[in-house]
């Protein structure tokens, strides 16, 4: 007999079930109370659904720990963990309760591994929504026996303090995992020095490598990103008691950024911009290799190659584990021990000496200096059983004893770069007997191995060009194919943009990452002379220029990929009517000091001083954030003599040339400098300097020399401001900004600031004086 289902009995007994599991897995509130554990699956969640607490277990690691993650992102971030050093195997077995007035974790065998350490009945613990797990009275709402926000692991939150107790001496310090796997405490910490407002990042708790240098009453001195991104607060405040740095975000219900001391050893500014993920806003130290000892013992850091660090030939990785996870501190040991007794080998049986060109020498605590002439100063070294490495110079020797720590592979031609001779066992070397035998093996070999091998390297070298063309140019870049760029494109179909370069199109990789391929014209160079060029650019990364993270390079077929800008270019805001995203005042102060930051680096920060010839709002572009991207820099190189035929068809137009341009004289970044100011004018008026009609429909002055003279005679500058905005923007910013544009377009170069010291204008470290009216200008004014 068939019997019937009830439809409604089975959906009771699916949402028993439902609600059965659910229970198991949350406690169901933000509250660990007496009578309630969390174990197993379980958790609490904050009262605005920000934040998680429960058992979590890192990548493929087996052990589990107590930590607090965000639960709104999807990608699991942790951003505190309880028991860093202590993992439980099991969570089902382990607890986290209520025990004698404390927050306590016992692990499987029910013995205690954390605690709150505090003494008080009657408690209860809190997870709220500012990521602060606390601990208090019932009857009390007010006063906190215990909150992790004192006890910190590698993350700042918004809200939360970091600073420095006067009264117990004592300061909070932020300490990066081990890896990505233990969260147990790594080397690198950030911690706060009270005696100078400022904080230091260590290397094992002793070796400063990075200095936040002191608050100059809005930012740190060594930290001018902070000013860049509207979207911080930030603020030190010191008192008798305290001093401590504490920062905000807006619209925190959307906004979800932290401060975390990374396990590479950079503090960074992680931003949440779904579905991208985490971005970085900054990082610092800046460059991955500044960080102290990233690559342990023997290891060497080389800045342009993924991984960072490598082991020096002679030598191999430490623990290949560790190193899988990016962590390097292991470094690496020797495959064959030294001979100390070198006065009875052999001189085939000697240690010798592994040349190395280019490096950044080791950390100078383990040099001494040996008063010998550089020729018996390797000779000196051998005769020490404890030296390492030596380098020579005109002042005489530098012995190394020891393991060799923070060694760097600088850029080939880099001045800062010395040689450095590095101590191996003689059976590292192969001798010239040996070679001599080998090549002779080689030659009488059988002819169908050697036929069947240069085969085999034919198919091997096709199958791997798009591998070599890679290693060729830079180990940051990617190499493309024209047809893989093709297809991100969906055949150059989407168009950003143009100009004398060449053409922009949006394109979308196939793992969803978002670009922008630059498709270049009249190129002017070779293959071999465009990679190198090519790569020279990939090297310049900054916070205020877009990054080339890739390219292609077929014959005639010339193309650059880039980073893409999802708010556009600065034109884009300013002169297109359709484009209702008005620029307020800040965000437009913020893109003239972002774009003058960016020039100072091409100008004054690279090997080679890198001058733009081509800045204008079309070349200024705005990331998610409304950061300031310098774009295309580097690129009047790679055009060769047809630049000047680009330059030329822009001539046509009250632009953005300076007067040397048109002169025929040498160009120097002082004709950035001009440029700058023209862009400066436009971005104050929201029209372009070669419109001539007013709303009235009446011809008005050429705006520059509208602005100069309204400033020389101390007129109504509000009035010079884009109607847009309604004169809403700071009067003092606004009447420095024209200044600035006013003196940048000087007709002497010389009378121009160099954009170091426009830069300091901007921040306010510098006085910005009255300009005189350009000459040039009063030439637009009488046509």
């Not at 310090?173 to 233990?182: A, I, M």
Request: aromatic content about 10%; hydrophobic content about 35%.
């Amino acid at each position: 007999m068939k019997m019937k289902t009830n439809p409604r009995f089975l959906t009771l007994v699916l949402l028993f079930l439902y609600l059965s599991f659910e229970t198991n897995l949350c406690l169901g509130g933000d509250t660990i109370s007496a009578n309630q554990s969390l174990s197993g699956d379980q958790t609490i969640v904050s009262a605005g659904g920000v934040f998680v607490l429960g058992f979590f277990h890192p990548g493929k690691s087996p052990n589990y720990y107590i930590g607090m993650w965000y639960k709104q992102v999807t990608k699991q971030t942790v951003i505190w963990v309880a028991n860093r050093e202590k993992p439980v195997l099991d969570r089902f077995s382990s607890e986290l309760k209520i025990s004698d007035g404390n927050l306590v974790l016992f692990n499987e065998s029910k013995i205690p591994i954390w605690s709150t350490n505090v003494n008080s009945t009657s408690v209860e613990a809190v997870l709220l929504d500012s990521g602060n797990l606390v601990l208090k009275q019932k009857s009390s709402s007010v006063q906190l026996l215990w909150e992790s926000f004192h006890h910190l692991t590698d993350t700042l939150l918004p809200g939360c303090k970091f600073g420095y107790n006067k009264k117990t001496k004592k300061g909070q310090v932020l300490t990066s995992w081990k890896n990505p796997e233990d969260p147990a405490p790594g080397l690198f910490s950030i911690e706060p020095v009270p005696s100078e407002d400022s904080f230091v990042i260590r290397w094992n708790g002793s070796r400063n490598y990075w200095s936040s240098g002191a608050w100059n009453g809005r930012i740190f001195e060594f930290v001018p990103e902070m000013s860049v991104h509207e979207i911080y607060n930030f603020s030190y405040i010191t008192s008798d008691n305290e001093s401590y740095f504490i920062y905000s975000v807006q619209n925190t219900t959307k906004t979800v950024s932290r401060l975390t001391m990374d396990v590479s050893g950079q503090l960074k500014q992680p931003l949440w911009v779904p579905p991208k993920g985490w971005n970085v806003i900054w990082s610092f130290p800046r460059q991955q290799c500044q960080v102290y000892a990233l690559c342990g013992p023997y290891g060497s850091c080389t800045e342009n190659t993924l991984p960072f660090c490598s082991c020096l030939w002679g030598f191999e990785r430490r623990s290949q584990s560790d190193w899988d996870l990016k962590d390097y501190s292991g470094g690496c040991i020797r495959k064959t021990e030294l001979q100390c007794d070198n006065f009875n080998l052999s001189s085939s049986k000697k240690d010798k000496f592994l040349e190395l060109h280019s490096m950044l020498l080791p950390e100078s605590e383990k040099a001494s200096r040996v008063d010998v002439n550089s020729a018996t100063c390797e000779s000196t070294c051998l005769n020490n059983c404890s030296c390492t490495a030596y380098a020579s110079d005109s002042n005489g020797c530098l012995i190394w004893t020891g393991d060799l720590l923070d060694l760097q592979q600088l850029q080939a031609g880099d001045k800062s770069g010395r040689t450095l001779y590095v101590r191996l066992a003689a059976s590292e070397f192969r001798s010239g007997k040996n070679s001599k035998w080998l090549i002779i093996g080689v030659a009488v070999g059988s002819a169908s191995i050697v036929l069947l091998g240069l085969i085999l390297f034919l198919i091997t070298r096709r199958r791997n060009k798009m591998i070599r063309r890679r290693k060729e140019v830079d180990g940051s870049l990617t190499a493309f194919s024209y047809k893989e760029l093709q297809k991100a494109t969906k055949n150059f179909s989407e168009k950003l943009g143009g100009g004398g370069f060449g053409s922009v199109f949006k394109g979308i990789l196939p793992n969803n990452t978002v670009i922008a391929v630059k498709k270049l014209e009249n190129i002017g160079q070779g293959e071999k002379q465009f990679r190198a060029e090519v790569g020279t650019i990939g090297r310049i990364q900054h916070v205020n220029l877009v990054r080339l993270c890739g390219f292609c390079s077929q014959g005639a077929k010339k193309l650059l990929v880039y980073d893409y800008m999802s708010n556009g270019s600065l034109a884009s805001h300013l002169f297109h009517e359709k484009n209702s995203n008005v620029l307020d005042w800040k965000t437009r102060y913020q893109i003239a000091l972002g774009t003058a930051r960016g020039l100072v680096y091409l100008h004054e920060k690279c090997r080679d001083c890198i001058i733009h010839c081509d800045i204008k709002p079309e070349n200024i572009l705005l990331d998610a954030e409304f950061c300031a991207k310098v774009a295309d820099f580097g690129l009047a190189k790679l055009m060769g003599r047809e630049f000047s035929r680009v330059l030329t068809s822009m001539r046509g137009t009250r632009g953005y040339l300076a007067p040397e341009w048109i002169a025929g004289v040498a160009i120097t970044s002082k004709a950035d400098v001009y440029s700058y100011g023209m862009m400066i004018f436009e971005l104050v008026s929201g029209r372009r300097n070669s419109e001539q009609l007013d709303l009235n429909g009446k011809v008005s002055k050429y705006f520059p020399s509208l602005v100069t003279s309204i400033v020389v005679e101390s007129g109504d500058v509000l009035g010079l401001l884009d109607l847009r905005l309604e004169g809403n923007a700071e009067l003092e910013e606004l009447e420095k900004v024209c200044k600035i544009a006013c003196w940048c377009t000087q007709d002497d170069e010389s009378h121009r600031p160099p954009m170091s010291q426009v830069v300091q204008m901007l921040e306010g470290n510098m006085e910005v004086h009255l300009p005189p009216i350009p000459r040039s200008f009063y030439f637009y004014d009488e046509n």
